[in-house]
């Protein structure tokens, strides 16, 4: 008898839910034993993913409460928008972990919730219960927890970049630009007209100009560092890539301070924090230097002359923005190697 950690996953069907799939499958610690679809219940694994063939033979499971408690220890909901909120509630009172990787319990005031994301906010009770798993920023709240709210892709590049000096006081915090580009695995799986291929290969697009649902996201942890209310201009794009966030943060600096003292304040933050790398002096990262890893690799350039600062942060959104976390924050609820399931080299080229 298997004395494994027992997961499942709701909305095995999506990106996000596959990837868990890919990382679990390695992890020492774990054994999947439910993948679930409400969609597409009864039906392999492998019929929508071929890649799985003779890897995963299960079927996929409905939603049954009592079923997954009884098979599981910890969900993961890669779900939509709006399914956690009913679901996420009735685990944890069944007494399981859970972790979010939708953005249903992220925000902590519903009104917020409501105003960028259309939809009815989650009981409150429950959104005061979720812990923000920024791994590296609230790891020591994370580590004994049984419900995770999983950052979103675009503020976990963001933020790594940003909460040093916010943290620190070196950020004039009125002049934060934040321009973000990410792959088409973004917008998941189901088809769009701005992810036909037509529409997006040989084409680069701005889209949800300040009206993104992760502006609160990146703006709340932002004040909580601050410990004042911090307000920024946020400005995606899509870039024709499957995988990949970059993320390029221009901010004034408070106070006179060297290339080289910002470089090694960034080093000094993340020391021990095995997957965020800082880049050496001169040195700027790329998105296929994380492509498939749990990595955030950031570059720093200071411009004398404008005394503003610009970080460039890169991660694979799939991995590092959603199931990669996901999994890291599961090493910390646990108190295992924080590494566990993810020691995989980024693929290259």
Not at 135 to 156: H, I, M, Q, R, Y
Not at 208 to 215: A, C, F, G, M, S
Request: contains cysteine; glycine residues 10%.
């Amino acid at each position: 008898m298997s004395t494994k950690f027992r997961a499942a996953i709701i909305g095995s069907t999506g990106y996000g839910g596959v990837e868990l799939i890919r990382l679990l499958l390695s992890h020492p610690n774990v054994e999947i034993t439910s993948v679930i679809s409400s969609s597409s219940a009864g039906t392999p694994i492998a019929d929508g993913y071929p890649h799985l063939n003779q890897i995963m033979l299960d079927k996929l499971d409905g939603i049954d409460i009592d079923e997954i408690k009884q098979k599981s220890d910890v969900v993961f909901i890669a779900a939509p928008h709006g399914v956690a909120i009913e679901l996420a509630p009735k685990l944890l009172d069944a007494g399981l972990k859970v972790i979010d990787i939708s953005g249903d319990f992220r925000l902590k005031s519903g009104e917020v919730y409501e105003q960028w994301y259309k939809h009815k906010a989650a009981d409150p009770t429950y959104v005061e219960k979720a812990v923000y798993g920024l791994s590296e920023v609230f790891a020591d709240e994370v580590k004994g927890t049984e419900f995770v709210s999983n950052p979103g892709c675009f503020p976990t590049a963001t933020l790594l970049g940003l909460v040093p000096l916010v943290s620190k006081g070196w950020a004039d915090l009125s002049s934060i630009i934040i321009d973000s580009k990410s792959g088409v695995s973004g917008a998941g799986r189901g088809l769009s007209l701005t992810s036909h291929y037509s529409e997006i290969n040989e084409n680069f697009l701005a889209y949800k100009v300040n009206k993104h649902q992760h502006t609160p996201e990146i703006e709340q942890v932002l004040s909580r560092v601050a410990g004042e209310e911090v307000v920024v201009t946020f400005t995606t794009h899509l870039v024709p890539m499957t995988r990949g966030i970059l993320s390029t943060m221009y901010v004034n600096l408070k106070g006179k301070h060297t290339e080289d003292e910002i470089i090694e304040m960034f080093q000094q933050y993340y020391e021990g924090r095995r997957f965020v790398r800082i880049r050496s002096k001169g040195k700027w990262p790329a998105t296929k230097e994380v492509w498939g890893s749990n990595y955030c690799d950031i570059g720093i350039s200071l411009d004398e002359r404008t005394g503003r600062l610009t970080v460039i942060s890169v991660i694979d959104n799939v991995v590092k923005g959603a199931a990669g976390q996901a999994v890291q924050n599961l090493n910390l609820m646990m108190g295992w190697d924080e590494g566990a399931g993810l020691a995989f080299t980024p693929v290259y080229p």
